[in-house]
């Protein structure tokens, strides 16, 4: 009996400690039940971050692992743990695509040239207004171009010959422009040693001219004429101002051309002398990266223009003896002038032999009769075609050759651009340029034949021997 209140005391003792020990499992469940995730249905799933443990103020940094940085990133510890997908009840939106795929690609083509040809035309027409302000200069350094690449042939054999540089530069400059001088001067004469005589001859043609009139099938009768005669002499009276001030502006434009004269002169002989380090001095304003191109296209282009100018020349010469001698045998007056402006418009291709030609059959129809002025016209039509199919192609060669749609079309442009200068000079620069066009084509083919072979590994003496041979 006495072991009895032992036992219980033990089994009540027993009884607490279980008690307290499913106390305690009972709260370790509560705190694991507050850190699991909460969901709700239909709202998306929210985590709940148990916050972390206080640091000891006395704790040193911790050392950096080998985590990832995604993981140390307090960014993503406001990020939730995944995404749900959309309710199936949810309308499909498709993703919008990128704009530049929205453009069609012709557009997209289209706009592209369509930028580049704006930038292109604003170029030139800024260029255009720069020349038009400096035109005079212009004019008299290109001038000085064609003067130098008719004259520096002279100057290189005299050179060959042992005469210094300076010293053939100055008897070939002295000499050429000697002789211009003396063409202008023999022109002025027989104008005006002619001047009488062709104004007799001209008023007895008008009176020939009336009379054929008179008698033609027009029904055109004596009081019309004097009416149009009349009427000629007052619009001469009415605009005599203009007249002043036309001749006033003549004055001006003298000047100019003196000015321009001057400037051709000094420049000729700048370029004579100095041609070489000229050119040097502009590649060196030219990237490096483009010099070589540049460096190869400048003896071609100038190898061009020599051969227009000196071609150009010849042509004009044969047509203004061949002419001239044609109408020196018809009895046309002034047939010696008439040969020299025959031979100055020539520089003007097709345009200047059809205005010169007009102008020798204008005379002789005025001071010969319609007989003289046909024959006159046959003789001119003779000589141009020789000069189309015999002359240019034999004396001009392959050099400059360009089609005659651009040669008039060139001509028309530097007409209304820089006037009869530019007219004069729009078929040498199309000339040029041509050939510097060609040339960079063929130089930028032969560097990227060149880089291909350098990457196949094979030796780069087996590359276009038809680009360099095109060099020499």
Known sequence: MSRVP????????????????????????????????????????????????????????????????AELDPADEHAPEHVPPPPSYAPAVSARPDPVDAVPWSMRVAAAVGWRLLVLAGSIYVLT????????????????????????????????????????????????????????????????????????????????????????????????????????????????????NAGLQGVTVLVEVLTGILLAMFSTLFLLYDGPKIWQWVLNLVPEAARPGVAGAGPKAWRTLTAYVRGTVIVALIDAICIGIGIYFLGVPMAVPLAVFIFLFAFIPLVGAVVSGALAVVVALVTDGVFNALMVLLVVLAVQQIEGHVLQPFILGRAVRVHPLAVVLSVAA???????????????????????????????????????????????????????????
Do not use: C
Not at 23 to 49: C, F, G, Q
């Open 129 to 244: 207004q720069i020349i038009s302000a400096v035109s005079l200069v212009v004019l008299a350094f290109v001038a000085a171009l064609l003067i130098t690449a008719l004259l520096q042939p002279t100057v290189a054999r005299l050179k060959r010959m042992g005469l210094p540089r300076g010293l053939a530069t100055a008897l070939t400059a002295i000499s050429g422009f000697v002789i211009m001088g003396l063409v202008g001067w023999f022109v002025v004469w027989q104008v005006m040693d002619n001047l009488d005589d062709l104004s007799s001859k001209v008023r007895a043609g008008i009176e020939e001219l009336k009379r054929w009139a008179l008698n033609s099938p027009f029904h055109v009768t004596e009081d019309q004429i004097n009416q149009i005669a009349k009427n000629l002499s007052d619009t001469i009276g009415a605009n005599t101002n203009e007249i002043t």
């Open 6 to 69: 032992g036992l219980l005391g033990r089994l009540g003792a027993g009884l607490t400690r279980m008690g307290e020990r499913l106390d305690e499992r009972r709260a370790a469940a509560e705190a694991d039940a507050e850190l699991d995730p909460v969901i709700v249905d239909p709202a998306p799933p929210v985590s709940v971050r148990k916050p972390p443990p206080a640091k000891p103020p006395a704790a040193p940094a911790p050392e950096p692992s080998g985590e990832s940085s």
């Open 414 to 472: 530097g007409g209304l651009v820089g006037g009869i200068g530019g007219a004069v000079v729009a078929v040498p620069l199309v000339a040029v340029t041509n050939t510097v066009v060609g040339y960079l084509r063929k130089y930028s083919r032969e560097n990227a034949l060149r880089s291909a072979q350098a990457v196949e590994g094979a030796p780069p003496a087996a590359v276009v021997p038809a680009v360099t041979a095109d060099r020499e």
